[in-house]
């Protein structure tokens, strides 16, 4: 049972790493089972102090992984319009149109297209369309930049414990 369980640990937290750059997938709560899953082990001890931290990280980044391309698009002169059409870009990346279903170039050129046309419909005019499309993007990478690294440093605490 306990080989089952670490394997089951290592698949979260490996789901978790790819669900932080993978539109759809909750990254950080996934990889954060992983790490409870590798407690029930008697390879890695999880403190109960360990497991509510990592636990409040892990809905705070989800959290502020929907509201950092917000503030990132309005600092940048965008409006709603603009981060509606960042998360269809984000939308129209899982399905991989045209550079593979979950191809980087896909995650990235989408979002940031959708941003752009949104604010273009609303603004009329390119350039702060652009600067608002810019905004998007950069709070967009942010988001997963963060969503990656709290699932790495998960996936080392494990492997660190049972070392």
């Known amino acids: ?14 789901v978790g790493i790819i669900g932080s750059v993978a539109p759809g997938l909750p990254g950080p709560p996934i990889s954060w089972v992983g790490l409870l899953l590798a407690g029930f082990t008697p390879w890695v001890a999880n403190t109960p102090t360990l497991l509510i931290v990592t636990a409040a990280v892990a809905v705070f980044i989800t959290v502020l992984d929907y509201v950092i391309p917000a503030i990132s698009t309005k600092r940048f002169g965008g409006s709603k319009y603009g981060i509606w059409g960042c998360n ?12 593979g279903p979950t191809g980087l170039l896909g995650m990235v050129f989408w979002p940031f297209v959708g941003a752009l046309v949104g604010e273009y419909i609303k603004q009329q005019d390119f350039q702060p ?3 608002a499309g810019v905004g998007a993007f950069i709070g ?5 930049l963060l969503k990656v690294v709290y699932c790495i440093t998960l996936l080392i605490v494990v492997i660190v414990a049972m070392v």
Not at 1 to 14: D, G, Q, T, Y
Not at 88 to 99: A, Q, R
């Open 1 to 14: 049972m306990n080989v089952f369980l670490i394997i089951m640990a290592f698949v979260c937290l490996v």
């Open 88 to 99: 269809i870009g984000l939308i129209v990346s899982f399905f991989g149109l045209p550079f």
């Open 129 to 131: 369309a652009f600067r």
């Open 140 to 144: 967009f990478l942010t988001g997963t």
